[in-house]
């Protein structure tokens, strides 16, 4: 099924299902973005700012709420995935460990995941479980973009500062850093620079579709290759039936 409408104009948000590990995830017939950090880095309210649907994640004043992979359908062409937070410390310690497990294997086997934005919190300063997470997405491959969240909670010299410190700091693991973005659900910002990063992704995936289905057709176009983040390289695997969008 082709995708109707622009990324960028959400246009149906569809629950598809909370899935306690990767087998009970949905079919992999559509690409996904993920969307993960740290326990109240404003994960869900994100999530309802990009969807304009203030119900599509609930909000929690408990840390570590999300304990499941929560899946919806965008614009019936591609998923969003609340993944739970890798800060998790409301809960047994096995449970914890099992929840990680389960992130960990979605974000190394999903063949259909496309990126992830990777959560940090902007007012501070960088953080020990946020530079180890970074690094276990650079080890293992995963494609990601960082988003710093709740800009308007600190000043911008205080936001400014502290991203510095965070790239400065995972700088060393890259030849190019990945691409950064601010953003705050309370007051939108940002919400057009997310979602175009996943309108050109999708973008891609469909200029690969048809490339690989007319192969006379070979010239990719430059100025949607540019959209692409660079680390979005290994995902995702573009000889799988993706639909034309």
């Excluded at 622009?6 to 087998?23: E, G, H, K, T």
């Excluded at 970074?134 to 800009?151: D, I, M, S, Y």
Aim: proline share 7%; net charge neutral; glycine share 6%.
């Amino acid at each position: 099924m082709g995708c109707e409408f622009s990324i960028v104009n959400i246009s149906s948000a569809i629950f598809d299902c909370s899935a306690p590990d990767l087998d009970s995830c949905p079919d992999e017939t559509l690409p996904e973005f993920a969307f993960i950090g740290r326990s109240n880095v404003g994960k869900s309210s994100l999530l309802n700012m990009l969807a304009g649907e203030q119900g599509l994640a609930r909000v929690s004043p408990t840390p570590g709420f999300t304990r499941l992979i929560n899946l919806f359908t965008m614009n019936k062409c591609w998923r969003l995935v609340d993944l739970p937070g890798y800060g998790f410390s409301h809960g047994a310690r096995k449970d914890r460990a099992r929840f990680n497990q389960t992130v960990a294997d979605y974000l190394e086997n999903r063949t259909n995941l496309c990126l992830v934005f990777a959560l940090i919190e902007s007012g501070l300063v960088p953080q020990k479980i946020d530079l180890e997470f970074v690094e276990w997405l650079v080890r293992h491959g995963v494609p990601f973009v960082l988003v710093f969240t709740k800009t308007d909670k600190v000043t911008a010299l205080t936001a400014q500062t502290n991203i510095a410190a965070f790239t400065q700091r995972i700088s060393p693991w890259f030849e190019k850093l990945p691409a950064v973005f601010t953003c705050s659900a309370a007051t939108r910002q940002g919400r057009q620079e997310l979602l175009g990063v996943i309108d050109g992704a999708m973008t891609a995936i469909n200029t690969e579709s048809i490339r690989a289905r007319v192969p006379s057709e070979s010239s990719a176009n430059p100025s949607l290759q540019a959209r692409v983040p660079e680390n979005l390289k290994r995902r995702p695997d573009l000889n799988r039936p993706w639909p034309i969008l």
